[in-house]
Nanobody, 120 residues
Framework: QVQLVESGGGLVQSGGSLRLSCVLSGSIFTLYYMGWYRRAPGKQRELVAA???????KYLDSVKDRFIISRDNAKNTVYLQMNSLSPEDTGFYYC??????????????WGQGTQVTVSS
């Protein structure tokens, strides 16, 4: 059974940083294009960063130059380093394998996510 477990969220002041981690178990991690999604209050979940198994990255424009996605294939883990955080980055963050990049369709059921709150 595939499981996604996110961690690393918390409360941080505007301008601060957080590093999120996500472990995928129950499947072959290196097969997948992995992504970090964000569900901000009152908004739909959106894909903010993605990384291929070879390390090619893509970002939502609003997080480009502030967030860095990376992966450790040996640990089945994907990371999201978030810098220069602003209150607009507040939300629940989830990781998933990306089934269809054009639509951000995820492969697996969602994990519990990790909450990020940025105070002004």
């Amino acid at each position: 059974q595939v499981q996604l477990v996110e961690s690393g969220g918390g409360l941080v002041q505007s301008g601060g940083s957080l590093r999120l981690s996500c472990v995928l178990s129950g499947s072959i991690f290196t097969l997948y294009y992995m992504g970090w999604y964000r569900r901000a209050p009152g908004k739909q979940r959106e894909l903010v960063a993605a990384i291929s198994s070879a390390g090619i990255t893509k970002y939502l424009d609003s997080v480009k130059d502030r967030f860095i996605i990376s992966r450790d294939n040996a640990k089945n883990t994907v990371y999201l380093q978030m810098n220069s955080l602003s209150p607009e980055d507040t939300g629940f963050y989830y990781c998933n394998a990306i089934k269809v990049y054009a639509t951000s369709e995820p492969f697996f059921p969602w994990g519990q996510g990790t909450q990020v709150t940025v105070s002004s």
